[in-house]
């Protein structure tokens, strides 16, 4: 079959369509058509060598996120051929990536995707649906009524933990760079929206808490953001991170006695522990795309498997608003 891989870690322009050997199905798995994948930051970092440790080898099929057709599922598993599924399944070391014509996953890790979506609309859900709900329900248990700050209005993941914060009842905050985006995160139903390039973390903490600080933040933006985070938490908060790396001090943290949750969604795929709760949340997910609570945003520009670079490049020029997504256009054997 045809596939999109790199054979050596770098630029965007690496990618190269070969052709690749399929193989049979084991215990627990599916074979499915992929019909579409969206692009996330992490697929960024394990194409340019960013994040060696968690890359498959070459040559490396990419990319996480997928949504299609089953094609043909081991003999009692709980899908079945022409079911329209989505995961989040593949790409990262020990498993095979979306940008191919077939991809064979995990069934633990697989749902059937939301009714109301088209496939590419599905694809952009998996990771960033999966990372907000970790973060959001299971690591900080946001409860009604609760005061909670999401960083990134518009990335990924900051524009689905909007909504999924909002449907477990907190008051939410978001912050963004632009007035638009502003808008935007308040549209997904923020309940304030603040301007980080205008207002300082002091001045929002005081003008929206008195001074106390947020009852929970998740910072989908890491780096030097998550010092703000910790300044924005209140005594005995939670933060919650999906960018870990570099070094920070957590004197604020500790200050506060305060807790840091750091979320990494990739675990139960490099480790095969808990890889069902993945494929329990993204039913949980379908469920609520398909009764109104919860919808994925779309970057402007879409992309094929076969200008998959111009998909990456997108993503890291900064400009994107939403999910960045790709349709299949390989031709099926």
């Not at 929206?208 to 300044?231: C, L």
């Not at 109104?292 to 879409?302: A, S, T, Y």
Request: charged residues 25%; negative net charge.
């Amino acid at each position: 079959m045809k596939a999109v891989v790199i054979n050596e870690f770098g630029a965007p322009s690496n990618f190269r369509v070969e052709e690749l050997s399929s193989r049979e199905l084991k215990a627990g798995e599916v074979r499915i058509n992929v019909k579409a994948t969206s692009v996330n930051p992490v697929d960024m970092k394990i194409r340019s060598g960013q994040a060696e440790a968690f890359a498959p080898a070459f040559p490396a099929v990419l990319h996480g996120d997928v949504a299609g057709i089953v094609e043909e599922a081991y003999e009692g598993s709980a899908f079945k051929k022409g079911d329209e599924v989505y995961a989040c399944a593949g790409g990262v070391k020990g498993l095979d990536g979306a940008l191919r014509e077939q991809m064979i996953v995990d069934q633990k890790l697989v749902a059937k995707k939301p009714a109301r979506l088209s496939m590419k609309e599905a694809a952009a859900l998996p990771l960033v649906s999966i990372t907000a709900w970790e973060a959001l329900i299971d690591r900080i248990n946001v409860k009604p009524g609760q005061n909670v700050l999401i960083h990134g209005a518009t990335g990924g993941v900051g524009h689905i933990a909007i909504q999924i914060a909002k449907s477990l009842g907190a008051i939410v905050y978001t912050t963004a760079s632009t007035n638009e985006k502003m808008k935007l995160g308040q549209e997904l139903g923020a309940d304030y929206a603040i301007n980080y390039q205008e207002t300082s973390v002091e001045e929002y903490v005081n003008h929206y808490t008195d001074g106390k600080g947020f009852d929970a933040v998740f910072d989908t933006v890491g780096g030097d953001n998550m010092e703000k985070s910790f300044q924005a938490v209140k005594n005995g908060g939670d933060v919650a991170c999906i960018v870990g790396s570099g070094e920070h001090d957590m004197t604020q943290l500790y200050v506060k006695s305060a807790s840091y949750h750091g979320v990494l969604m990739l675990v139960p795929m490099l480790t095969n522990e808990g890889r069902e709760h993945h494929g329990e949340i993204l039913n949980r997910v379908a469920h609520m795309v398909d009764h109104g609570i919860l919808k994925p945003v779309l970057d402007e520009q879409c992309f094929t498997f076969t200008t998959i670079g111009d998909a990456h490049a997108r993503l890291e020029s900064g400009k994107t608003v939403g999910k960045v997504v790709a349709e299949n256009d390989l031709t099926y054997s």
